[in-house]
């Protein structure tokens, strides 16, 4: 069975230019997640789509932040403009049913300059 | 108020001992479920250990083990048999099965074994 496939895998970018994660789940999962791990610390999570809906976006900054889940598969999570504290890794993990384990992706690891 | 508290921030243990990493964690849900993940330093992150807020019994799983202690609030992970590959952060997870159902994350042990 494929994992959860993530990428770039790394991306170095300039602040206040923009940057798309890609985020394909496990086939047939139907809750997918997008968590921001800033070093040294537990992820933290930004949005959660159940099919192609939003179910939690509350801790997603909007107003640079975006993501959209097309026909309820893959994911895309954007920033525009970055911030130099948006340097993190960017978990994508996705899940069969909202009580069971989460699978996640390895992850791609953004440096803004 | 933090959800979920790692007072450990690193801790070494002899290869072949067992260790123990410490998980408290707050909520006034009655049902609810702890999960503990393993980083290594490629950046993945891998299920270890689930427990249910109804279970009984701690759950096991190979060489890792859940202290769960509902009164207190508290859900340790045992290592035992210690091997140099279990050098890694681990992090202590809940998850409230009202509301948002989303893992919430401690900040992590980072484990390392010494030969």
């Known amino acids: 069975e494929a994992g959860v496939a993530q990428s770039p895998r790394y991306k170095i970018i300039e602040k206040r230019q923009s940057v798309a994660f890609w985020c394909n789940p496990i086939?047939?999962?139907?809750?997918l997640y997008w968590y921001q791990q800033i070093l040294g610390q537990g992820p933290k999570l930004l949005i959660q789509?159940?099919?192609?809906?939003?179910?939690?976006d509350s801790q997603l900054p909007k107003d640079r932040f975006s993501a959209e889940r097309l026909k309820g598969v893959d994911s895309t999570l954007k920033i525009q403009p970055a911030k130099l504290e948006d340097s993190a890794v960017y978990l994508c993990?996705?899940?069969?049913?909202?009580?069971?384990?989460?699978?996640f992706g390895s992850g791609t690891q953004l440096s803004v300059l | 108020a933090q959800k979920i508290t790692q007072t450990q921030p690193g801790m070494f243990v002899q290869e072949k001992e067992a260790v123990t990493l410490d998980c408290t964690y707050d909520?006034?849900?009655?049902?609810?479920?702890l999960f503990w993940y393993k980083q290594p330093s490629s950046g993945e992150m891998i299920f270890l250990i689930y427990?249910?807020?109804?279970?009984?019994q701690n759950a096991t799983e190979g060489r890792y083990s859940l202290n769960f202690q509902k009164a207190r609030k508290s859900a340790n992970l045992v290592i035992s048999a210690s091997q140099l590959g279990d050098s890694a952060m681990y992090f202590c997870?809940?998850?409230?099965?009202?509301?948002?159902?989303?893992?919430?994350f401690g900040s992590g042990t980072r484990l390392q074994v010494q030969p």
């Open positions: 086939s047939g999962h139907a809750t």
């Open positions: 997870a809940m998850r409230e099965d009202t509301g948002r159902r989303a893992l919430t």
């Open positions: 993990a996705s899940t069969l049913i909202p009580r069971e384990k989460l699978f």
């Open positions: 789509f159940q099919n192609n809906g939003v179910v939690d």
């Open positions: 909520t006034s849900d009655q049902s609810y479920g």
């Open positions: 427990q249910g807020s109804y279970d009984e």
